[in-house]
């Protein structure tokens, strides 16, 4: 029982003579929660996508099924990026992104669709979108991409606004 008295009295002083580390637990800037708004029409694609992406990112999603929705969500709450579908009613895709451009928004945008007509991509490019992705393909590797396009797709545009 001495010995054992003994292991543990230099023990507690071996700790007591550590000197304190402190460690910074708070997030760096690219650890930061990015605000993303999903726009597709279809409700439950909609919830899937949100519950994929947020299994391994540190996103914080919200979500709606028009572009009229996106719109009044956007004057409530700042967004870092923008992942809309293109086939939609009443406001497509494009119309989304070039009604946003009109209104000189310059948010990261990004087009996640099913379609892969080279025009659509084309126009979405030179309407300003940041990206293209196609929803067809395998989900980790579909979900992959989009979650490093809208991780990059913020860091190149907020870089861009740093003061040089």
Not at 3 to 27: C, D, F, G, W
Not at 119 to 126: D, G, I, P, T, Y
Not at 130 to 141: C, D
Request: hydrophobic share 35%; with cysteine.
């Amino acid at each position: 029982m001495n010995r054992e008295h003994t292991s543990k009295e230099m023990s507690l002083q071996e700790t007591e003579s550590t000197p304190y580390v402190a460690i910074n637990l708070a997030p760096s800037d690219k650890e930061k929660c990015l605000r993303i708004l999903l726009v597709d029409d279809d409700p439950c694609f909609l919830e899937a996508s949100k519950q994929i992406l947020l299994m391994q990112n540190n996103f914080k999603i919200d979500t709606t099924t028009s572009v009229d929705e996106a719109f009044e969500k956007m004057e409530k709450q700042t967004y870092d990026a923008v992942v809309s579908d293109y086939e939609m009613p009443l406001k497509d895709g494009l119309d989304f992104l070039k009604e946003l451009r009109e209104r000189k928004t310059e948010i990261s945008f990004i087009l996640f669709t099913g379609r892969g007509r080279e025009e659509v991509v084309v126009k979405a490019l030179n309407l300003g979108a940041n990206r293209y992705i196609s929803k067809i393909g395998s989900p980790e590797t579909v979900y992959s991409e989009l979650a490093d396009a809208i991780k990059k797709t913020v860091e190149r545009k907020k870089s861009k606004q740093l003061p040089v």
